[in-house]
């Protein structure tokens, strides 16, 4: 590697040659060590016990690196909640990266770190990985795409489908810091708050849950779309109504505020690191409380249920004591001010 | 009133069995939160609320927006509202003019719009300066900036609209208006006073759940005697004397000019235009714009819906064809359109 | 129409004021208010503030009901 190129990324590093060596030597081998990952063309592993959950995902964010997290970060924990939402224990993930020719190598040692940190954290093994290289301009900064194998703990088969009317409606912490937080660091509205992102692995959040029942009708993580497209879904795939408590929905001040100002809904905020669980009503209280005592959902609150009336509808109860819908979800997310 | 003594707001509603009113909610704030709070569920059944004309995404007309795309297409960079970005022109939407390559920018502020164009000597940036009294402050102010500092690549495209002649041309769609709080945050209470001399009743409402209630009690309240009235219900935002600087600002930059609205058609002296001396910032003189008019989707009854001649779930588009997803016409666009409203929050099962 | 926001002021330099609601925080003009010191509310709307007011509405719909009442 020449000194000029040494602190770039550069398009012969994803060439296939030595350079790419010294890269994944660099950058990720040391941090990724483990027996499992070898030089190998695949990683050659233990089949889980019984059922066996897998799920992909690719990353995008701009910036990579925000208030509570970066690109890496997520990239794990984005895949390890998608396992821990069927109730599976994760153990292995793969991860491939897209890198722009340029990319400063400190940054992206410091996302391998994150990704090391947090894998380390839920316990779960990479095994395996991939690096590509673009031309500059060709893709913005880094984008991951990991792939997650999990062990289905026997007897748990959560489903979007499953919720009925009289369960309870869960939700694991307070709402929408990961998309506020992102809104705040792309600075398009001049908008300063303290808020960071809920960025957080769940497996142990979950795994706490099971050790009181594996009664769980629904486990959803909240990402894109929020809270309220999240239950906008169950609704349609149970064919039930949702019935929320606006005012017990926790929400950060400081990112209500920001709502208020841009005249956007907090339940349709992205979240990073929340869960919405579903299940019945007299289990609700001992999920919450188990959830309260792991660190990433302290804040975990019962905030509706589950009706027979008006199937595929979610109505909120509103401030004031009468009900409305909540608006469903329209896409991109605009501020209002005209 | 000895009838209404010491009832609460929302029991002078619930409790109300007096002639049958109309109530048109002009500003599409209003109509938001209305239906965000559920507020329709506290009124009596005699009382019909009307979503009115004073959402100015809804009525700024097709041809606005075809003129914005016609200057994303031809190298201006599009600073605007988030309000606007989805609302459908005669062929396309700022959505889609910035999907095939144009510079389409979401601002805060028309003062963000001259602070982006201060970092960006290289780009031409237009303000889409929409929005009523309230809103063009702002838009001025962001013109007085961008002159201050010389700024050459500045420049507003303007479909302002203001409300007194609008008033006059909606009388009789209803029996008492709400007035919008913040346009007459800018312009004071005196448009309010001389239209109950002339027989036009309105309430002044705030924004918040207490604030609408209150304002729709005392409507409902005044409005069963029969006799036209004013009140100012929102006396912490609205001064009689309003915001005079503000006023006076407008009055430098802009002057009245007829105006197209959507639903209503043209009603002339509503709409503002930049004065002769500031053509150095009138987008449509600094690109040498062609006339653009646009075309409506005819079936779009969205004109009606303005005028309170028909409910939203009246038109033969409304969750078919035109849903908020999707949208035909610019009351199902914006969130504070009327369609939207009805459609989002069931409307017509409230 | 226009969509308000309560904000309290909490610095003001050269017309323009860092405002905040519930710990967000922006810049908006003060320009066309005449004065404005920081602890005061004002409504905000795209960007600038447009009038001064006093941020809790108990006192004003109790007062708007007296008057009814009258």
Known sequence: ?338 | ?350 | MCVGLSAKVVRIQDGTAIVDASGAKRDVSVALLDEVEPGDYVMVHAGIAIAKITDEDDHETDAVMEALYS
């Open chain 1, 1 to 338: 590697m020449s000194d000029k190129n040494s602190g770039h990324v550069t398009l012969a590093m994803g060439a296939g040659g030595k350079q790419t060596a010294e890269l994944i030597e660099r950058v990720f081998a040391r941090r990724f060590d483990s027996p499992l990952l070898t030089a190998d063309d695949a990683a050659v592993l233990d089949p889980p016990h019984g059922k066996m959950a897998m799920s992909t995902d690719g990353f995008i964010v701009s910036p990579a690196f925000f208030a509570g997290g970066n690109v890496g970060k997520l990239s794990i924990c984005g895949t390890v909640n998608d396992l821990a939402c069927m109730g599976a224990r994760p153990l292995y993930l793969t991860c491939g990266f897209v890198i722009e020719e340029g990319y400063p190598l400190q940054k992206l040692e410091q996302i391998a770190d994150s990704m090391a940190t947090t894998a380390a954290e839920v316990g779960v093994t990479l095994v395996a990985g991939d690096t590509k290289v673009a031309g500059r301009g060709q893709v913005d900064g880094v984008f991951i795409t990991t792939t997650g194998v999990g062990e289905v703990v026997e007897g748990v088969s959560p489903a979007g489908a499953k919720a009925a009317p009289g369960d309870a409606i869960i939700v694991t912490g307070d709402i929408g810091r990961h998309g506020c937080t992102i809104l705040l660091e792309r600075d398009d509205f001049g908008i300063e708050a303290d808020v960071t992102s809920d960025c957080a692995p769940l497996w142990a959040s979950v795994k706490a849950m099971l050790d009181v029942t594996h009664d769980i009708h629904v486990i959803r993580d909240a990402t894109r779309g929020g809270v309220g497209t999240v239950l906008y879904e169950i609704a349609g795939q149970s064919n039930v109504g949702v019935r929320l408590d606006a005012t017990v929905v926790p929400v950060d001040p400081a990112v209500g505020g920001v709502c208020r100002m841009l005249g956007l809904e907090p339940l349709y905020l992205a979240c990073e690191g929340r869960l919405v669980v579903i299940a019945p009503r007299d289990v609700a209280p001992a999920l919450v409380e188990a959830l309260q005592a792991c660190p990433y959902s302290v804040g975990a609150a019962i905030i509706g249920e589950v009706v027979d009336e008006r199937p595929g509808w979610v109505v909120l109860n509103t401030e004031i004591g009468t009900q409305t819908l909540l608006p469903q979800p329209t896409g991109e997310l605009l501020p209002r001010i005209c």
């Open chain 2, 1 to 350: 009133m000895s009838d209404v003594q010491k009832k609460t707001p929302a029991e002078i509603l619930s409790s109300y069995d007096g002639r049958s009113l109309r109530i048109m909610e002009v500003c599409g704030t209003h109509t938001h939160e209305i239906f965000r709070l559920g507020i329709r569920k506290l009124l009596p059944p005699q009382v019909d609320l009307i979503s009115g004309p004073g959402c100015p995404v809804c009525v700024t007309q097709v041809g606005f927006i075809d003129e914005a795309i016609w200057l994303a297409e031809h190298g201006a960079t599009i600073t605007t509202f988030g309000d606007l970005v989805r609302v459908p022109g005669t062929t396309g939407s700022l959505a889609t003019a910035r999907a095939a390559g144009g510079r389409v920018r979401v601002v805060y502020s028309p003062l963000d719009a001259v602070a982006y164009a201060r970092e960006h000597a290289d780009e031409r940036v237009v303000f889409l300066s929409v929005g009523f009294e309230t809103t063009v402050p702002a838009a001025c102010l962001a013109v007085e900036q961008a002159k201050a500092e010389g700024l050459q690549n500045f420049s507003l495209l303007t479909a302002n609209k203001t409300m007194p002649n609008a008033y006059a041309a909606l009388r009789d769609s209803a029996d008492v208006f709400l007035y919008p709080g913040h346009v007459h945050a800018i312009t004071g209470t005196k448009l309010c006073e001389d239209l109950a001399a002339q027989g036009v009743s309105g309430v002044l409402a705030g924004f918040t759940a207490k604030e609408l209630i209150t304002a729709l009690a005392v409507a409902v309240a005044k409005g069963a005697e029969g006799k036209p009235f004013f009140v100012n219900a929102y006396p912490r935002v609205v001064k009689p004397e309003g915001a005079p600087s503000a006023v006076a600002l407008i009055n430098k930059v802009m002057e009245p000019c007829d105006a197209e609205w959507r639903g209503l058609g043209v009603i002339e002296g509503s709409g503002l235009r930049l004065r002769g001396e500031y053509a150095d910032v009138d987008a449509r003189r600094v690109f040498q714009m062609p006339s653009i008019e646009g075309r409506a989707n005819p079936a779009c009854r969205c004109g009606e819906v303005l005028r309170g001649a028909c409910k939203p779930s009246d038109c033969p588009l409304f969750g078919r064809g035109c849903t908020p997803q999707h949208a035909v016409g610019a009351c199902m666009v914006s969130g504070e359109g009327a369609c939207s409203a009805y459609y989002q929050y069931g409307g017509d099962l409230q």
